[in-house]
């Protein structure tokens, strides 16, 4: 069971970015799918979340308007565009695997991928 | 939203002592409560689901309870691999929140 970001970089605040994770050795459409970010020497903030079937997508008030979350399940793969960035927005951002077919009333994330920097500066 | 405090923010304790992290909820979340393990440039690891389940491979000196809007997270017997900082997640409604975190030094 893998999950591996990619798209991180540094960009120039009001600019966009868009963040990959290509899942692997799970049933990719069985599960929710979040992104959960973590701010330099922060703690862990939940920024957005997808079902299964993408029927029930949800954001954090931060993010709400800006950021879109969206997967592929042909594709095994979950994305986030982030767009008007900001200097705040600077994280690690996760990609997290759920225990359950939606982001709400689970067990939890139960397998992690190793981050994608994201840095927001001029 | 509903906001997870943490207490207390940072503990020191020795190898062997008894550890009790407290999360309490702003609204009741039930049982729908994770607690997580994060050490130095390390993504988090599930310790326990549903406020009490420990997950497959999680040591049993780990253990969770509570209901609603309070919880702890109890170490029974401080081992040098768990100084690290922990985190709670209340999944039971949008927006999904964490905790501020504990971080757990050795004394």
């Known amino acids: 069971v893998q999950l591996v970001e990619s798209g991180g970089g540094l960009v120039q605040p009001g600019r966009s970015l868009r963040l990959s994770c290509a899942a692997s050795?799970?049933?990719?459409?069985?599960?929710?799918m979040d992104w959960v970010r973590q701010a330099p020497g922060k703690g862990l903030e939940w920024v957005a979340g997808?079902?299964?079937?993408?029927?029930?997508?949800a954001y954090a008030d931060f993010v709400k308007g800006r950021f879109t979350i969206s997967r592929d399940n042909a594709e095994n793969a979950l994305y986030l565009q982030m767009n008007s960035l900001r200097a705040e927005d600077t994280a690690l951002y996760y990609c997290?695997?759920?225990?359950?077919?939606?982001?709400?009333?689970?067990?939890?994330?139960?397998?992690w991928g190793q981050g994608t920097t994201v840095t927001v500066s001029s | 939203d509903i906001q997870m405090t943490q207490s207390p923010s940072s503990v020191s304790a020795s190898v062997g002592d008894r550890v009790t992290i407290t999360c309490r909820a702003s609204?009741?979340?039930?049982?729908?409560l994770a607690w997580y393990q994060q050490k130095p440039g390390k993504a988090p690891q599930l310790l326990i689901s549903?406020?009490?389940s420990l997950q497959s491979g999680v040591p049993s000196r780990f253990s969770g309870s509570g209901s609603g809007t309070a919880f702890t997270l109890t170490i029974s017997s401080l081992q040098p691999e768990d100084f690290a900082t922990y985190y709670c997640?209340?999944?039971?409604?949008?927006?999904?929140?964490f905790g501020g975190g504990t971080k757990v030094e050795i004394k």
């Open positions: 997290a695997k759920t225990s359950s077919g939606y982001s709400y009333a689970n067990y939890g994330v139960d397998v």
């Open positions: 050795g799970f049933t990719f459409d069985d599960y929710a």
């Open positions: 997808i079902s299964w079937n993408s029927g029930s997508i």
């Open positions: 609204q009741g979340v039930s049982s729908w």
């Open positions: 549903s406020a009490s």
């Open positions: 997640q209340q999944t039971n409604s949008f927006p999904i929140t």
